[in-house]
Each structure stands twice: as C-alpha cells, then as structure tokens.
C-alpha cells in the first residue's frame, strides 16, 4: 500500500514537470529579440527595440538613436535629435514620449500679464499622430492655439474655453466649460502652442487662476474640476508620435536590398497618404510574430487559445505560418472554419445551447445598449442647457447680479429642474393663464413658496441684452401695487419668468362675473383705480430708468383676497432713457386699449398708458367689454361709446348698475371727466399719470372721510390735517391730500 502510494506521487511529479517544461519551452518559443545581437534593448523600465537603439550600430540611422539618461533612477530614455521623454515605443509605428504644458498664471494682485504666450515645440523625423491626439485648452476664461505644417502646408486650429463658475463644469467632459479640445491634422511635425486669457482670470481667479494648452493622446488626460485649480501641478502628458524608416515608398526602397530594413518573413507597408509625410514601416506576416525589423519567427497558435479557432482547443497542429484543426470521432467538419458537430445525435442540444447563448449575449448588449442611450441623454441635456443659458444671456446677468450683489431686491436665477418641480414638468392642471405672449403656470417652490412662473411662447436672441436688463430693472420695482418679479430661468429654449402669486384672480374676471361684479361696490373700484394708478406713476416718475407699461387692461391688474390692485405682465413694456421721452418702437398693445395716436406715429410715450389706463376707468364705471362685436357698431368701441354718452349727458345711463349712482353721483362724474381728459386723441392734452393718481387720491381720501362724525371729532381732524397737508383745486371743490402720501 506504501508502495503504491509512493509510485502515485512520482506519476504526479512527472506530471506537473511535464507540464512546466512544455509551459517553459512555449514561453521560450514565443520570447524574440527586439534589438540587434549585443544591444542593450531596455532604459530603465522601456523596451528599446530596433530600429531604434542606445549606442552606434544599435540603431538605424540618426533620428532612432536614444540617449539612457543614468542620472535618473531609473533610467529616462530621451530622443537624441527631439530632446523629449520617451515612455514606450511601438513596432506599429508609435513613440509615446512625454510633452510639457504650455501654462499661464494670472493674479490680480500683481502686474497683469503679457495677453498670451507662445511655446514652440520640433519633433524631428517624428510627426503628431492625428488619431491619437487632441489639442486640449484647459480654464475658465482661457483661448489656445496650434500652429503648424500639414506637410509643406502651414495651419492654426484652437479653441476657447468660457465658464463663471464651477456649476457649469461637468467633471469628464471637455466640451467648453472649463475645458475644450479639437483634432490635429496629420503629418504635423513642428508646432507652436499659444495660451491666453481674455479678462485675465480677474471673473474665475477664485477657483482658476491658470490657463493651460498641450497635446494629448486620448486616455492619458482625464478632465475634473479639481484641474481647474491645480492643472500647475502637471508638468508633462503623453503624446503619441508617428515614425517611418527612410522617405521612400515600398516600391522604391525594395530594389536596393542593402538598406531595405524589412527582414524574412515581413511585408512593406506604405503610409496611406504618402504627402503628409515620406517612409514606409514594416509588419510580420499573419501567422508570424518578432520584430520585423530584425526577424520574425513563427507562432505555436496551439498554444494560444486565442489565437486558434479550432472547436477542441487540443486536436490543434501547428505548421509554420498557421496550425492546422481536426475533429475527433463522432463529429463532422475540420474544426476550424467550420465547426464540429455531432453527427446524429445531440445536434437539438447544441442548437438550444446556441440559441440560449445568443439571446444570453443580445440581452446583455441590450441592457448595456440602454444604458449608454440614458447616459447620452443625461449628459446632452447637461450641455443643452449650458447652450441655452449663455444663448439667453445668462453669462451677461450673472455678471449685472454681481454688481447688485449689495441690493437686497435681486433677481435669483432658477434652474429648469426647480421649475419642472415647482409646476409638476409643466403640467397642464396648472395653467392659469394664456395670452398671446406666453403661459402662465401656478408652482410650488421647495420652500413652500407660491409663485407664478411664465412661459414665453417666442424669443428674439438680437434683444437678449435688452431683456436681462429688464430684468435686473423690474426686480429691483419695489411697490406695494406692483406684481413682485422674483427672478428667471434661462436653461430653457425659451426664458421663464418667476412672479409673486396673486390669488383672487384678473379685474377683468371680476368686472365680467356677475356674483363677483356685484361685491365690486363703488368705493373698492375708486381704490382699485387709485392703487393702479399709483402703481403707474412710481413706474414713470420713480423707477430708474422710467418704465412703460405698454399694455395696461383690465386682464393685467390682478386683485389679492383683499382686493388690492397689483399691475402685472411687462413683458411688452420698455424701459425709458432718462434723456428721451419719445421711443419709436414696433407698435403693440391690445386692440380697445391701444392709443390712437402711438397707433399712427409709432412713438410710444407714458401718455401712451395713460390712455389705456382711461379705459380702465371707463370699464370700472361701466362694467362693459372694452370691444364686443356683438353690440351695435356704435357701442362697438367702449372707449368712443362712453366719450359719445358723455357729450350727449347720457353718462348715468351706461354705468354699472352694481354702482350706486345716487349716494355718488358727483364723485362718479369727476371719475367720468378724468376718463374723458385721459382718452384725448392727443397725448399732449392727457394728463400724466401723477396727476391722474393725485386726483384719484384725493377723491379716494374724500370717500374715507365722508361718514358721519361728532362735529368735535371733525374739528380735532381738521386741526391735525392742517398741519401737513396741501391743498388741489379743482373746478368743483377743494380736496386735502396728505403732503408724505408717498405718490
């Protein structure tokens, strides 16, 4: 029993020994010289192989000789003629070497720098491979070009790289925010790299004071927003280089054996477009492996399970220049182009487990495939987006909302994924409002908040600067009647406008309900028209620089629960140049509300809202339509109905009947002259919007006082009011106001 026990382990020794001598003898086989006989085919830690080489006669002619710097530990390889690192050199026809970075630092402390530097770079025999890299500019405020010869033909190609802040930089994508990239054309040889800033950094300093261009082969530079910052930190990147033996074709260089470099076993390749640069480079043979430049030696593809075919991996023979493949008994075919399958039975087994692996691998591939898709999608929309918010102007208000940043009243500027979730993406249940400029969404903001976001339906890109400084103006209006403007969006194809909610609905919606027209008694009219107008008058005399409105109505002054007017909707006004009072502007507004004389001229002025705004007038007394087609051609026009009434002592005849005319018949007739004085053909005759409130005010304040009181009482008022207050005369009775109303 010993016996055998020891007669077992010996079989399996010589096993194992067998297999690690067959093991060694392969690894032998497939071992072959890359450098000449008594060369030394390695500096430090890279393989040198002919035809280049470290000392005479080791190397093919001048531009293949290496120099083994020593002095480094290990070893650097250096190209003699180029003075640059080489790191690894293919027989396919590549060096990778090592490029420095061609950088410039700004610091706003110090003197500004020179606009741009220029670093110069000559690779000898060795030419830029055009596949392999790409000419990268790294930095937030940063330009870079390459200049040199395609051949005997000069060129320049760049980029630019713009971002002002670290929230446009998406780590791993080079596509302009923070960094950009482009191709080199081939056969480039001796270039120029030129760097520069176009603010000097003075906008990005804070995370980038650098701007950097180089080459680099693709994979051996990996963008992040930490480069940003630190890219000082590198010095040198790879460059993958093309080299050729001689400046002849294939054809040419074959008829002189003596220096043709291709040995036994090889073929001549040419370059494919032989004008970007001359030479040709050798290839062993299929079947063959080595350096062709030396020998190429014949490969045992059976004992590579990769690089046979044969169905059973051990039936493999090799021969020299291929192998051979046979099936053993019981199975048809020779194993190599066609498979081995069983003769009669367990083909339906075969197939299954074919059909299996295939629906297995398409799965897979599926899956994979779905993922990539969502992947791509992520990261387009990431960049349309950034295309969207500069196309709009948002590089342009992110620099004026730093310069208000000491303003309390400041636009914020939301992302499209806050407004998709503050309006359920744009759902259709929360639409509150349509007009001819754009949709009005209700949203909810993560904050609780309440807003009315509006949706343009068009965007004119050549009035982009006008917009965002509307923007920043109407932010800025602070006034209690006055729709709050919170801020914008730009990511979007078309800007979205973020305003304060207001809840119980449009003036109009009011005036045409009868249930809500008849809680609208004449006294909270008055205070509506007074609070619009008021509201007018601070947007001309107040704001800076004036605003008109431009498309003042009923449907744009919107009412709180209280029932406090508040003016919405600029989105066709214009902010007004301190010097000029006249603006000649394509003609807008809405028909029935629109002045006569803005409407032959085209020069818009605030007499232009104070027209609309008598129209207003006119349906708060009236409780009509401003234009309806279905009365008579003569009450078509409300505005010329009412002015025909007036002349003809017809007033009390076309007011609301939710008016009671008989306990405010005087104040409803002054009502109706201002109306008349503000829908004068000519804006000269019209009042201006301060008088207009003035007078509303004054009629407002009558109305709060004119309740019965004990005469002392009126007595003590009268002497408090006189104190600080001025006095209007008007042609029917004098009015006190208040001299720090504030209108």
């Not at 060096?95 to 610091?107: D, E, G, P, T």
């Not at 971002?163 to 998406?170: A, D, K, L």
């Not at 040889?189 to 030129?194: A, C, G, K, N, P």
């Not at 007033?651 to 009502?671: G, M, P, S, Y």
Request: hydrophobic residues 35%; aromatic residues 8%; glycine residues 6%.
């Amino acid at each position: 029993m010993v016996l055998q026990t020891i007669m077992m382990a010996q079989l399996i020794l010589v096993v194992i020994l067998a297999i690690l001598f067959s093991r060694i003898v392969v690894a032998s086989a497939a071992a072959f010289p890359i450098a000449k006989p008594g060369c030394n085919s390695s500096c430090g830690d890279v393989e040198i192989p002919y035809p280049f080489g470290m000392t005479e006669g080791c190397y093919l002619d001048e531009p293949f000789q290496i120099i083994c710097n020593t002095s480094f530990n290990p070893p650097k390889p250096i190209s003699q003629l180029s003075e640059i690192d080489v790191a690894r050199i293919s027989l396919e026809g590549q060096i990778h070497v090592l490029q420095f970075v061609a950088r410039k630092c700004f610091s706003q402390s110090s003197v500004v720098p020179s606009k741009h530097m220029v670093t110069t770079f000559s690779l000898a025999k060795f030419t830029l491979n055009h596949t392999l890299n790409k000419f990268t500019a790294v930095g937030c405020d940063t330009y870079g070009f390459i200049k040199g010869f395609h051949g005997v033909q000069g060129y320049t190609t760049g980029c630019m790289s713009i971002c002002y802040s670290t929230e446009e930089v998406v780590d791993g994508i080079c596509s302009g925010g923070g960094c950009c990239q482009t191709s080199i054309p081939k056969g480039t040889s001796e270039f120029s790299l030129s760097v520069g800033s176009f603010r000097n950094h003075s906008v990005v300093e804070n995370f980038n004071p650098c701007s950097s261009v180089f080459v680099v082969e693709q994979g051996g530079f990996n963008f992040s927003m930490d480069l940003l910052r630190d890219i000082e930190n590198v010095n040198k990147l790879p460059v993958a280089l093309d080299w050729t033996i001689g400046n002849e074709t294939c054809e040419i260089a074959q008829k002189n054996l003596d220096t043709y470099a291709c040995q036994k076993n090889s073929k001549c390749i040419n370059d494919p477009e032989p004008d970007s640069y001359p030479g040709y480079r050798c290839s062993c043979l299929e079947g063959y492996e080595g350096n062709p430049y030396i020998a190429c030696q014949d490969i045992d593809e059976c004992q590579d399970e990769n690089l046979n075919t044969c169905t059973f991996k051990s039936l493999c023979k090799n021969e020299i220049g291929g192998y051979k493949c046979s099936c053993p008994n019981g199975y048809q075919g020779d194993g190599k182009i066609s498979p081995c399958l069983p003769k009669r039975k367990n083909q339906q087994l075969l197939v299954t487990r074919i059909i299996a692996g295939i629906a297995l691998v398409t799965a897979a591939l599926l899956a994979f495939g779905s993922w990539l898709y969502f992947e791509f999608k992520r990261r387009k929309l990431i960049i349309e987006k950034q295309k969207f918010f500069q196309e709009n102007g948002g590089l342009l208000l992110q620099q004026e909302l730093i310069k208000q940043k000491d303003c309390t009243n400041i636009a914020k500027i939301f992302t499209a994924k806050e407004l998709e979730k503050a309006t359920n993406n744009f759902d259709e249940k929360r639409v509150i409002g349509q007009g001819s400029y754009g949709t009005v969404y209700k949203g909810n903001l993560t904050d609780c908040t309440v807003v009315a976001i509006k949706k343009s339906r068009v965007v004119d890109r050549s009035q982009i600067d006008h917009f965002i400084n509307e923007v920043i103006v109407l932010s800025q209006i602070n006034h209690k009647n006055v729709v709050k403007l919170l801020g914008c969006c730009l990511e979007m194809e078309v800007p979205l406008l973020v305003y304060e909610f207001i809840n119980n609905g449009t003036l109009f919606d009011h005036m045409q309900d009868k249930a809500k027209a008849s809680v609208l008694c004449w006294h909270t009219r008055l205070r509506v028209a007074t609070e619009t107008a008021g509201a007018l008058s601070y947007l001309h005399s107040a704001a800076s620089p004036p605003i008109i409105h431009r498309d003042i109505k009923s449907v744009n002054i919107l009412l709180d629960d209280k029932y406090t007017a508040k003016v919405s909707d600029f989105g066709t006004s214009r902010l007004v140049p301190m010097i000029e009072s006249e603006i000649p502007t394509m003609v807008q507004g809405t028909i029935g509300y629109l002045d006569p004389e803005y409407l032959q001229t085209s020069q818009l002025t605030e007499k232009s809202d104070v027209y609309s705004f008598g129209v207003v007038l006119v349906e708060l007394l009236t409780g009509k339509k401003v234009l309806c087609f279905d009365r008579s051609a003569r009450e078509r026009s409300l505005a010329s109905y009412f002015l025909s009434s007036i002349k003809d002592n017809r007033l009390f005849e076309v007011l609301d009947d939710n008016i009671d005319t008989e306990r405010n018949a005087e104040q409803l007739k002054e009502v109706a002259m201002l109306a008349k004085r503000c829908l004068n053909v000519k804006g000269e005759d019209r009042p201006t919007m301060k008088e207009v409130a003035l007078e509303l005010e004054g009629m407002s304040l009558s109305t709060r006082h004119s309740w019965v009181q004990h005469p002392a009482t009126v007595l003590e008022e009268m002497e408090s009011l006189l104190s600080d207050v001025t006095i209007i005369l008007s042609p029917k009775k004098h009015v006190l106001l208040p001299i720090n109303d504030g209108r």
